[in-house]
């Protein structure tokens, strides 16, 4: 019975926080054109990554999580992307979601990563950047604004997605 009673209280507090996420305000997704929201986040080699420290840059953030399936399937073609545009001043940066860092591990080691990881477990990027999904990406032009967000990741979305990617670039090299 006392552990009927537990479960019970985690559930309604579970309930209620979730409610609580519903009715709060949410932030919304960056429209483009607004100034990407700066941020500094531990890496995998140690030294933070400061969002101010790649302007100049194209940056694609990629936020992810572990148990995400559309992730597993994101990271070869980020992979492509980083290695065919990474000489023209393109960078990729996943920024992982996980409470655990072991679970970021994991999956790294399963689906390896030839860009910049970076984690956020407390989730403030996400907030700041309106995330609802994962994955998730910021496109941020060399200006440091917002040239598109985008939600999900589908094998069809691939050329729309790296047809953004080669705008951005040809508009920093103006």
Request: aromatic share 10%; proline share 5%.
């Amino acid at each position: 019975m006392k552990r009927f009673v537990q479960a019970l209280k985690q559930g309604i507090v579970a309930a209620a926080a979730l409610l609580g996420l519903v009715l709060a305000p949410t932030a919304l997704a960056l429209e483009a054109g607004a100034p990407a929201p700066a941020f500094s986040l531990p890496t995998a080699a140690g030294k933070p990554f400061k969002l101010a420290d790649a302007r100049g840059k194209v940056v694609y953030l990629d936020f992810w999580a572990s148990w995400c399936g559309p992730c597993r399937q994101s990271f070869p073609w980020l992979n492509a992307m980083q290695a065919k545009y990474g000489k023209q001043g393109f960078q990729v940066v996943g920024i992982n979601l996980d409470k655990e860092r072991a679970e970021a591990d994991a999956f790294l080691a399963q689906t390896p990563a030839k860009f910049l990881i970076a984690f956020d477990v407390v989730g403030d990027s996400a907030k700041d950047y309106g995330i609802k999904g994962m994955p998730s990406s910021a496109l941020i032009g060399a200006d440091g604004k917002i040239v598109f967000m985008h939600s999900g990741f589908r094998d069809d979305q691939r050329v729309e997605l790296e047809a953004k990617i080669v705008a951005a670039l040809k508009a920093a090299a103006r």
